[in-house]
């Protein structure tokens, strides 16, 4: 079971990126999968989740701005990123997890990340 960010790169303030979060050995649709970032000296944080009937959530900073959907026929779970400033700037994770009392849940493990970096 495996789940691997990509996309991450450097970007200009205002600009967008997609990041993708590509699942083997699981099927994302039967899980909540979530993105969060952890930028230099902070913790780790949530971005977004799509739970398995499609519905989403966002953190307050981000609503407006990042859009997470996934693609079922290639089993991958997306982050659009718009508008992207410089406190933007982090290591972007996604995770799975489990979805119960009405909060995320994210699995203990996490892979490498994805970097962005926002930076005229």
């Known amino acids: 079971v495996q789940l691997a960010e990509s996309g991450g790169a450097l970007v200009q303030p205002g600009g967008s990126l997609r990041l993708s979060c590509a699942g083997s050995?699981?099927?994302?649709?039967?899980?909540?999968v979530g993105w969060f970032r952890q930028a230099p000296e902070k913790e780790r944080e949530l971005v977004a989740y799509?739970?398995?009937?499609?519905?989403?959530h966002y953190a307050d900073a981000m609503k407006g701005r990042f859009a997470i959907s996934r693609d079922d026929a290639k089993n991958t779970v997306y982050l659009q990123m718009n508008s992207l400033k410089p406190e933007d700037t982090a290591v972007y994770y996604c995770?799975?997890?489990?979805?119960?009392?009405?909060?995320?849940?994210?699995?203990?493990?996490w892979g490498q990340g994805t970097q962005v970096t926002v930076s005229s």
């Open positions: 050995g699981l099927i994302l649709r039967s899980y909540v």
């Open positions: 995770n799975t997890g489990a979805y119960y009392d009405s909060k995320y849940h994210p699995d203990a493990d």
């Open positions: 799509i739970l398995s009937d499609g519905d989403t």
